[in-house]
């Protein structure tokens, strides 16, 4: 009897030390995770753009432009896809006559050059940056618009108003890696979330079924950034006072670069011209007599 009770107090003690060694480990599991929950809260500030009051805040005005004429679009029998006749059926797309184009290059009057994304690098803190979530809409066999600005683990809606399947693939541009595949099934709206890879920037949006249907995304990292219409003209305004590098991206082009001191309720223009000289498509694009070469 008397070894039982000893067996019975060895066990007692042997919980006794069990439930001390469980509280102590939730305590510091509750000391961890409160601190890795600061840091959460505490990053945006620390790492990422802060919205502030400004003061005598400037602007950027320009235009951008486009030297040596509009590229010829890429060309794409219609018979080689999918739901052909419903895809020519699009004028802005079709010429009626078997083919489908895909225009990526826009010029407005006086040389303007549309869907280039200007933006202002290294600001940290300034006006309030609104959520961003574009959406991106299937129609006729084309997505609309072709180029949007996002922001990094952010999210884009995908509208389908066509009655078919379209599969989009989103390819991180610089890669070529799929980061996202999106079905969207005829007359569907849906929302899917974005995440780059750190150092990049720039998605690129293709039909899997319908080759010539194609968008792209620009993920700014501040508020501070405009989309040319035709004209090729854009404005950013509320600048906090400062020296900036001003980038212009557009889809098929180089990144172009220019540095430019925003004065106290000053306004600065800035001009930016690409030259279609520059470009040359790869091979894969070029097609000539509706025959890949």
Not at 62 to 77: Q, S, W, Y
Not at 176 to 195: A, D, F, M, R
Not at 232 to 249: C, H, L, M, N, S
Not at 268 to 291: G, P, T, W
Request: proline letters at 8%.
């Amino acid at each position: 009897m008397l070894a039982r009770n000893d067996k019975m107090d060895g066990c007692r003690s042997n919980k006794r030390v069990l439930e001390g060694e469980l509280k102590k480990g939730f305590f510091v599991f509750f000391i961890w995770w409160a601190l890795v929950s600061l840091l959460i809260s505490w990053a945006p500030l620390a790492f990422g753009y802060e919205a502030v009051p400004v003061k005598d805040g400037g602007t950027l005005k320009g235009v951008v432009e486009l030297e040596g004429g509009v590229p010829e679009p890429r060309t794409f029998p219609a018979v080689l896809y999918p739901f052909g006749p419903l895809c020519q059926k699009n004028q802005r797309i079709s010429d009626g006559k078997g083919n489908i184009f895909l225009r990526d290059v826009i010029m407005g009057p006086n040389e303007g050059l549309k869907d280039v994304v200007v933006a202002i690098e290294g600001v940290e803190k300034g006006k309030p940056f609104k959520t961003l979530k574009p959406e991106i809409l299937s129609i006729d066999c084309e997505f609309l618009p072709s180029v949007t600005v996002v922001q990094n683990h952010g999210e884009f809606i995908m509208k389908n108003e066509d009655p078919v399947l379209h599969n989009s693939q989103v390819y991180q541009a610089g890669k070529g890696n799929v980061i996202l595949n999106v079905p969207i099934p005829p007359n569907s709206t849906k929302t899917h979330p974005i995440e780059f890879e750190k150092g990049r920037r720039i998605y690129q949006i293709i039909c899997g079924m319908h080759e010539f249907m194609q968008t792209w995304g620009f993920a700014a990292e501040n508020p501070y950034y405009a989309l040319t219409k035709e004209d090729g003209e854009f404005i950013i305004r509320d600048i906090p006072p400062g020296t900036y590098k001003v980038t212009a991206w557009h889809p098929i082009f180089d990144f172009m670069e220019k540095t430019v001191t925003i004065p106290p309720n000053g306004e600065v223009e800035l001009e930016f011209e690409f030259d279609s000289s520059d470009f040359e498509r790869s091979n894969y694009e070029i097609q000539k007599k509706f025959r890949i070469q």
